[in-house]
T-cell receptor, first 113, second 114 residues
């Protein structure tokens, strides 16, 4: 079956750095995405990694290691508005599953002053 | 520009009734996804439409669930004979095409089955 593992909750203080890990087991792999979802809101796209390495977009960076079936989202200079749930999602590359995205259960990030 | 819209925002229904949920994707987006999100959980893939191709229905949990997309734009998700376990937020997302990885999500429809 398909599984994605993320920590359920992380707490950090304003201005700090936090890393949210994601490990996955899927029948195929085409890429790893990250989404942010505020309470009651819609998920919004943050990043996508298809190749190994680090992708940086402002305060957010995303890392992928395909050999380890592992990725992480790094949030720097945390702000109160970063308090939200963060989901990793794998695009399944297996034949017949190319259009499927499997999502983790999400990590709730609490940023404290 | 306008984002993905969904209606209704909230739907309360009685067990056994049929419901229809609507999604208006971003204009020009050829790919459309439906997901289900139970409280505190991740998103569960339901169905995918790409242009005029046959949809990928492999995520639909039972034959009570169906979806259509008219004219390659608006989509309707229908749940027949609703059950209490169908209660969840139903999210629709669209993207530019099958090779585009960024999905734009609508605000969702919160379905409560009594």
């Amino acid at each position: 079956g398909q599984s994605l593992e993320q920590p359920s909750e992380v707490t950090a203080v304003e201005g700090a750095i936090v890393q949210i890990n994601c490990t996955y087991q899927t029948s195929g792999f085409y890429g790893l995405s990250w989404y942010q979802q505020h309470d009651g809101g819609a998920p919004t796209f943050l990043s996508y990694n298809a190749l190994d390495g680090l992708e940086e977009t402002g305060r957010f960076s995303s890392f992928l290691s395909r050999s380890d079936s592992y990725g992480y989202l790094l949030l720097q200079e945390l702000q109160m508005k970063d308090s939200a749930s963060y989901f990793c999602a794998v695009r399944d590359g297996a034949k017949g599953n190319f259009n499927k995205f499997y999502f983790g259960s999400g990590t709730k990030l609490n940023v404290k002053p | 520009g306008a984002g993905v819209s969904q209606s209704p925002s909230n739907k309360v229904t009685e067990k056994g009734k049929d419901v229809e949920l609507r999604c208006d994707p971003i204009s020009g987006h050829t790919a459309l996804y439906w997901y289900r999100q139970s409280l505190g959980q991740g998103l569960e893939f339901l169905i995918y439409f790409q242009g005029n191709s046959a949809p990928d229905k492999s995520g639909l949990p039972s034959d009570r669930f169906s979806a259509e997309r008219t004219g390659g734009s608006v989509s309707t998700l229908t749940i027949q004979r609703t059950q209490q376990e169908d209660s969840a937020v139903y999210l629709c997302a669209s993207s530019l095409g099958r090779n585009n990885n960024e999905q734009f999500f609508g605000p969702g429809t919160r379905l409560t089955v009594l």
